[in-house]
């Protein structure tokens, strides 16, 4: 069964500083995607940035970048230039390219921004 | 706005009712699906369905249920709510080719449906 752990239930960060959020996943897949999505407290799941697996790129949005380490299962988030409306539940989660296409989310980390 | 609609956006049962959560999107997604969320767990699916008619077990579907009779529809149903049933509910859903994935065009999420049993 395919899992994802975040385990950094909270994180914090000074304005303007890089913060990086970590996930590990386990698949038997080699087909797949990532992604990050950010929950602010309006609880409304925004997509922040994903990845296919097949790229060996790391994909990039703006201030937010990832690690991607196919081999080592792991997918972490930097955040570059930290700003207060970062502020929100961040979840990383994973989805098979072939069959049905459930979303496996992890446990998700809290981070707060420190003015 | 194009998007995924859910109502209610809150909800207080009894233990024991019964209630329907309802979803509704109009981007002809054919593949839409129900999540949870607890603290400290993440989002666990419930249900889903690739396409009308078509519905399947998530990781955690006991006491719940869904049809699927309109692509734009995705019901979910609380036989006989529960304490630990608790929790917010998101519906979520995206395009799909068959049973594959068009990943690129990403998941479409609800506001959500915060639910307190008593």
């Known amino acids: 069964a395919q899992t994802v752990t975040q385990s950094q239930p909270e994180m914090s960060v000074q304005e303007a500083e890089t913060v990086t959020l970590s996930c590990t996943y386990d698949t038997s897949e080699s087909d797949y995607y990532l992604f990050w999505y950010k929950q602010p407290p309006s609880r409304q799941m925004i997509l922040v940035i994903r990845?296919?697996?097949?790229?060996?790129q790391n994909a990039t949005e703006n201030r937010f970048s990832v690690n991607f380490q196919k081999a080592a299962k792991s997918f972490s988030l930097k955040i570059s230039d930290s700003q207060l409306g970062d502020a929100a539940m961040y979840f990383c989660?994973?989805?098979?390219?072939?069959?049905?296409?459930?979303?496996?989310f992890g446990q998700g980390t809290r981070l707060t921004i420190n003015p | 706005n194009a998007g995924v609609t859910q109502t209610p956006k809150f909800q207080v049962l009894k233990t024991g009712q019964s209630m329907t959560l309802q979803c509704a999107q109009d981007?002809?997604?054919?593949?839409m699906s129900w999540y949870r969320q607890d603290p400290g767990m993440g989002l666990r699916l419930i249900h889903y369905?690739?396409?009308?008619?078509?519905?399947d077990q998530g990781e955690v579907p006991n006491g719940y249920n869904v049809s699927r009779s309109t692509t734009e529809d995705f019901p979910l149903r609380l036989l006989s709510a529960a304490p630990s049933q608790t929790s917010v509910y998101f519906c979520?859903?995206?395009?799909?080719?068959?049973?594959?994935?068009?990943?690129?065009?990403?998941?479409?999420f609800g506001s959500g449906t915060r639910l307190t049993v008593v």
């Open positions: 981007m002809n997604h054919e593949y």
């Open positions: 979520a859903s995206s395009y799909s080719r068959g049973d594959i994935a068009l990943a690129n065009y990403g998941y479409t």
């Open positions: 369905s690739v396409g009308a008619g078509i519905t």
């Open positions: 989660a994973y989805t098979v390219i072939q069959g049905a296409q459930k979303l496996v």
């Open positions: 990845q296919e697996a097949y790229k060996q």
